[in-house]
């Protein structure tokens, strides 16, 4: 069954560096999203992704947030200048066009930021 | 802007009971409301989901959850519970299409053998 795959599993940095999470999605899917969970807290959501640009974002989403598909099949979370309440779970999920809120997610990539 | 509320946070449960995930919403605009399962160390699952049409709507392990607009509520029910459904179980809204889904707070689903 094709899935949503993330990588790394759990990073650890130290605040103020660049931290890149990454997501093949699934291959058919064209809707992307990133997501995030803080311990204990509810699951946010990040941004949205379609036809190569940002759909929407929230206001989590501020300019130390960027996001990519730099080669038609990964897709791309970075934090330019990690901070400590970055430290969070990360979930990438994809969907198909036109069905509406069904979303594969990822394990997720735990970050945590020191 | 539509939010959600889970007001349990952990439900603990005897094993074959039966039990009840709570679920409001609000919003200003009609919905789509979802509920999502999270097993340990795993990403969420779409658990079942209510679009339009019968307001009730089952999965294929066994949980329904009945959407009621009077009440703004999308409960998720199961008549008997086993080991196997210990999870955190979260209830999400979108308003369209590939919008994205707006979660609640989650709760946590014990099952006590």
């Known amino acids: 069954e094709p899935e949503v795959t993330q990588t790394p599993s759990h990073q650890v940095t130290q605040m103020g560096q660049e931290v890149i999470l990454r997501c093949v999605p699934i291959?058919?899917?064209?809707?992307f999203y990133w997501y995030r969970q803080i311990l204990g807290q509810k699951v946010e959501f990040l941004v949205s992704?379609?036809?190569?640009?940002?759909?929407?974002k929230s206001e989590i989403f501020d300019d130390q947030f960027s996001v990519e598909r730099p080669d038609g099949s990964n897709f791309t979370l970075k934090i330019r200048s990690t901070k400590l309440e970055d430290s969070a779970m990360y979930f990438c999920a994809s969907g198909l066009a036109g069905v509406a809120g069904e979303l594969f997610f990822g394990e997720g990539s735990r970050l945590t930021v020191l | 802007a539509q939010s959600v509320t889970q007001l349990d946070s952990q439900v603990p449960v005897f094993e074959e009971a039966p039990v009840e995930l709570r679920c409001n919403y609000s919003s200003s605009v009609s919905v789509y409301l979802f509920w999502y399962v999270q097993y340990p160390n795993q990403g969420l699952q779409l658990l079942l989901k209510y679009l339009s049409g019968s307001t009730l709507v089952e999965s294929i392990n066994g949980f329904e959850a009945e959407f009621n607009k009077s009440q703004t509520s999308f409960h998720l029910r199961k008549p008997s519970v086993h080991i196997s459904d210990t999870a955190e179980y979260f209830c999400a809204v979108s308003r369209f299409g590939n919008e994205k889904l707006t979660f609640g707070t989650g709760t946590r689903l014990t099952i006590i053998p």
């Open positions: 992704f379609y036809n190569n640009e940002i759909s929407e």
């Open positions: 291959s058919n899917h064209l809707y």
